[in-house]
């Protein structure tokens, strides 16, 4: 299952989410210019932290 975002114009957020050995496996894909990259490493390490709480947590 692959989710499509944009981050603005020319750019392009792909994430696939794929089963790996009893778990999921979350591969993103980026295409973007210069002026966001500091926002990804400043924010994906905590999205994506939050996002892994979120997919352990018991229903």
Avoid at 11 to 30: C, K, P, Q, W
Avoid at 44 to 56: G, M, N, S, V
Wanted: aromatic share 8%; hydrophobic share 30%; no cysteine.
């Amino acid at each position: 299952m692959g989710l499509l975002s944009t981050n603005g114009p020319g750019a392009l957020e792909n994430y696939h989410f794929e089963d790996s050995d009893g778990g999921t496996l979350l591969r993103i894909e980026v295409d973007t210019n210069e002026d966001h990259i500091t926002f990804f490493e400043t924010a994906w390490p905590k999205t994506l932290r939050k996002l892994k709480e979120l997919a352990e947590k018991e229903s």
